[in-house]
Structures are given as structure tokens and as C-alpha cells.
């Protein structure tokens, strides 16, 4: 499909000349404007560069599921940018950002005197000019061909525009006119991050510091300001992408209607931080990249290549939106690294924008199982980021699928720890194949603090799933299922025995969890009145059953309790 030809038949939108997008009818709603700039953005900014340049970098589908990876291979060649829409007229000085301003005839303070084309022509020479001052020098002669007798500004001229927008350095701003439709109305803007207020004041509320403690500050600070940027749809990276991030957190405080976009060139995926309905405690997040589809089933395949959804079916690459849905922060959660997760998934189609949501590219946890294999066998040909500051490539090595499989146990560690026991034993089953396997020992010996990362990492993995069955059960919750008082208690007793015998071994973090899980059963208000409290000739035998396993609970936590003091104490 040539690039030219994208989303010539979205309803909405019309097409010009070169392939240009143009809105059918003034976009007055923010909602309105994000989609039409999410076509904008993917035709001009990811299928121009893939078309044109050789061996464009496709995201891995992988990348897009949290949690994040920051991205060391910077593509100059490729397009990126920054900007923040906002859903109001500007006030240019009491405004809480820096940018220069642009003008339109139907600017909130411009007063019409004379030939309105006299106003016109003095407006888009001013704009232009404002335009020349931040573009590369070898791009103005062309700009000032492209924009003649056109007003940058307007909204219809955005498509030509962001060829040169995504080569500036700063942020451009799409505001609303005194005729309430949108326009360009701001380059070169400077997106404020107070990180370090941002930072400590959510650390201080998750209670991972306490004022002037600089020893927990230095121990959980990587902790918080890695959660934080998540929320947002980042890792630790770069400034445009922290500003972004923390400038969307102040304007969501604020109560704006906004919408925040950007483009790495590093990451290659467009990322769209926007409000949404009052009370939601954090803007919404979605991300948009080319992706390549990897499947076991030509089922896929077909549905895609029916649905006309590939934009290169050679290389079976997709445009794919995924939505996210943020977490509150909770130190008891047995998972509670995990700020983001996936809550939506859509291949958009590159010619009329519709969305096929039927089909699961990201969370396919029978190709995930099969690329763990294809790690431990030496034959996976891609590449991770290791401890965020060494790319690998391939794994040729035993230390290079030590690497692979400490990143990838790393960032698939909360996912693992909730998925199904089926899953999970086919992750079992490869891992302790390799690790335990008497044919490799010798060459896994000689890089042991490598194996014992990785062991150690496994080892949390196993010890979580057990108590996450404790977490769920606090609620009657048992695979799925609710379940009765007596059997939960009695599950949770069973895993509290083994865990006695086990504590040892087991990582401290999670004991604390287990003792606060089970104490919150033994805390339920129901079961207190109802099976603790009356006298025992007023139970049932069930009854006294469930008193039984009540008084065994709490002797297994305050066992428990000793071993961790024991252990602390030493």
C-alpha cells in the first residue's frame, strides 16, 4: 500500500493534494481533534518513514506491554515531536508553559481593522517567519515554498506542517480560536517538569519515603520515579519524554481538558496522554506503533489479509493502538510494581481507520512461551536492553540467553505471576529444562553471578504465584471462583503450613505480604461474629470446623511472625 493512499476513506476526513488530510468540518471537540491527529501522526510520521526508508526499525510488539524499556538506539532519520492541545482559548501571558505564539484572524484578542486579506497576509508572514527562526537551516528554503500563500496556523495545513514540526526541538500547541475551532497556535514550547516536587510528594503518599529519611530515599527512589513515569507510559528516559509525562500529571491536577502527544525517535511509537471524564484519578494513555505480527495460526493471518488490515503483507506489519489502564499504587499488592497494564487492543486499518479489536498481538502468552524456548535454544534473533544500559543482541551465548532471560523474566514478572497454572507450567517446563539442564551446568557455572540473578528472579516468580493465592483468597476468591469460609480457610492454612516450613527460603517482602493477606482474614467481620464470637454449643459442626481453622491461622501467622523477627534480628 503506498502511504499516499492512507485513510482516503475515513468518513471524516478528506484528502488533498500529496496525500494531505484535511477535517471535512471544523474540529471543535478535543475528541475530534486526537483522532484527527492520530491519522495525521501514523500516516505522516510512521508509514511515510517506513516506506522510504530502508530497513525501517518496526516495534516489537512486545515493547508496547508494560512494564516499559528505555530505548538506547537513537534513529536521527526518523521523524519525532512533541505537543499539547488544549481545550480553551489561550491566555498568553498567565499561561503555565513557554512557546512563541502563533496567530490567526480569529485569535481570542485579535481585532479585525481594514481588509480582513490585509490582516491575513500580515498574520501569515509574521507566522512564517516565527516558523523560519526554529527550523533547520536546510529546510527553510523548502518550507518557505511549501507555505506560500497558505496560513500555517490554520488547522486544514497541519498535514504539510508536520514534516518540519517533527524536526524542531520543542513542543508545538493546537489551542482553541474565539470561534471555538482548533488551529496551531503555538511552536518551540517548553513543557515544564517539576520532577523532583512530582517525585517526592508521590513517594512521601505510597509511603516509600518519609521526609529527611535520606537512606529510604536512596534505597526506593529508582523504585518511585520508575512507577511514576509508568502511569504516564514511560520509562526513565529522556527529557521530552519525563516533561511530557509530568506536564500531563499538572495539567490532569489542574482539571484541563488536554491532550499531550509524542514521537520518539528512539521508540518509534506515538504516545497520547489525554484527560478523560472528571474523577478519574490520572489521564488516559495510549500508544500507537508498526508493528510485525508473529502467530502460531494462519488464522490470524487470514482475518488480517481478508480485513485488508496489513500495510505491508510481505512483512505482515499492522498499525496497532493499545490502550492502557493505570493502577494505584499499593504496597501490599503482591504485584505492586505493576502501574500500568493493557486493557484494550486495536490494528487499525490503514485505509478507512476502522478498528479490528478481535485479535490478540501482545498478550499471546503461546507465542511468549515459544520465544522463551527459542532464548534457551540460542535461536531467538532479537534484542533486550540489560539492567536498562546494555543492548544485546541475539543469543549465541549462554551469557547473552542469561541476559535475555533476566530481562525478560524482569519485565514479565508481575504477568507471570498472575497467569494461568496451565501457562505457567509450560514456563516451568523450559526454564528448569535449561537451568537444571546436566549438559550446559559447566558453562553455566563459569558465569554464576549472572545464573544467580537470574535463579533469583525465577525464585521471587514461584514464591509470588503462592502468595497471590493468599491475596485472592482474603476476598473468597479461589481460580475464579467464590468460595466458602471454611474453604478458604482451609486453603489458606495450607499454603500458610508450607510457607513455615519454607520461610527460609523465601524472599522477606513477600512473607510481610502473606502475614498482612492472612491477618486480613482473620480480621473479616462476618467471620469473627458469626464463628468466633458465639459460644461453641451455638455452631454448627461446619461451624466449628471453621473455628478450628481460624485458631490454626492464627497460630501460623504469629509462628511466622517469630521466623521474621528471627531473621531480621540476625
Known sequence: MNWKNAFARVPSLRTAKDGLLIPHTPLRNIDDLRTFLDFVHIKFCLLKPFQEIRNYPAVDARDLLPSFEP??????????????????????????????????????????????????????????????????????????????DIQV???????????????????HVLSLDRDGQYYLSGIYASLPSDLDTELKRFGIKARKFHPNDNRLYEKNREFVYQFLMELYGYPISSERKTSAAIFSRRLHKMGERFLIKVLGQSDRTITSIFSTDAGRPYPQV???????????????????????????????????????????????????????????QEIVHPLTGE????????????????????????????????????VVENT????????????????????????????????????DGYLN???????????????????????????????????????????????????????TTDL?????????????????????????????????????????DQLTDNGLQIRKLYRRLVSLVDELKAIRKTRTDA
Open 286 to 344: 495510549e500508544k500507537i506503533a508498526l508493528v510485525p505480527v508473529e502467530t502460531r495460526g494462519m488464522d490470524v493471518v487470514s482475518t488480517l489479509e481478508r480485513g485488508g488490515y496489513f500495510v505491508d503483507a510481505k512483512k505482515r506489519i499492522v498499525i496497532l493502538r493499545v490502550v492502557y489502564r493505570q493502577h494505584k499504587f499499593d504496597a501490599n499488592n503482591v504485584r505492586q510494581d505493576r502501574a500500568l497494564s493493557v486493557s484494550r
Open 153 to 171: 496556523s490554520d488547522i486544514d495545513c497541519y498535514s504539510l506542517l508536520i514534516h518540519y514540526l517533527s524536526h524542531m526541538d520543542r513542543a
Open 396 to 431: 549465541e551465548s549462554h551469557e547473552k540467553r542469561l541476559k535475555f532471560l533476566h530481562s525478560w523474566l524482569t519485565k514479565h514478572q508481575r504477568r507471570m505471576i498472575g497467569y494461568s497454572d496451565e501457562f505457567y507450567r509450560d514456563i516451568v517446563r523450559v526454564l
Open 355 to 390: 478498528v479490528c479489536t478481535a485479535i490478540n498481538l501482545i498478550k499471546d502468552s503461546y507465542s511468549m512461551s515459544l520465544k522463551l524456548n527459542d532464548i534457551v535454544r540460542g535461536e531467538f534473533t532479537g534484542r533486550v536492553v540489560f539492567k536498562g544500559n546494555e
Open 437 to 491: 539442564n546436566p549438559d550446559v551446568r559447566d558453562e553455566l557455572s563459569g558465569l554464576h553471578d549472572l545464573l544467580q540473578e537470574v535463579s533469583s528472579n525465577y525464585s521471587y516468580i514461584q514464591q509470588a504465584r503462592k502468595i497471590r493465592q493468599i491475596e485472592e483468597l482474603k476476598d473468597r476468591l479461589h481460580k475464579g471462583k467464590k468460595i466458602s469460609y471454611r474453604h478458604m480457610l482451609q486453603l
Open 71 to 148: 530505548f538506547l538506539t537513537e534513529f536521527p532519520a526518523l521523524p519525532g515531536f512533541s505537543m499539547v492541545a488544549l481545550n480553551r482559548t489561550l491566555d498568553y501571558f498567565n499561561e503555565v508553559f513557554q512557546f512563541d505564539l502563533l496567530h490567526t484572524c480569529r485569535d481570542p484578542d485579535q481585532t479585525v481593522q481594514g481588509e480582513i486579506c490585509v490582516l491575513e497576509h500580515s498574520l501569515q508572514k509574521k507566522n512564517a517567519e516565527c516558523f523560519l527562526r526554529h527550523l533547520p537551516r536546510e529546510q527553510r528554503e523548502a518550507f518557505k515554498s511549501d507555505t506560500t
Open 496 to 536: 500458610m503450613a508450607d510457607l513455615r516450613f519454607e520461610a527460609t527460603t523465601y524472599f522477606d517482602t513477600l512473607i510481610r505480604k502473606a502475614i498482612y493477606f492472612s491477618e486480613t482474614i482473620l480480621n473479616d467481620r462476618y467471620l469473627i461474629r458469626s464463628y468466633i464470637q458465639p459460644r461453641e
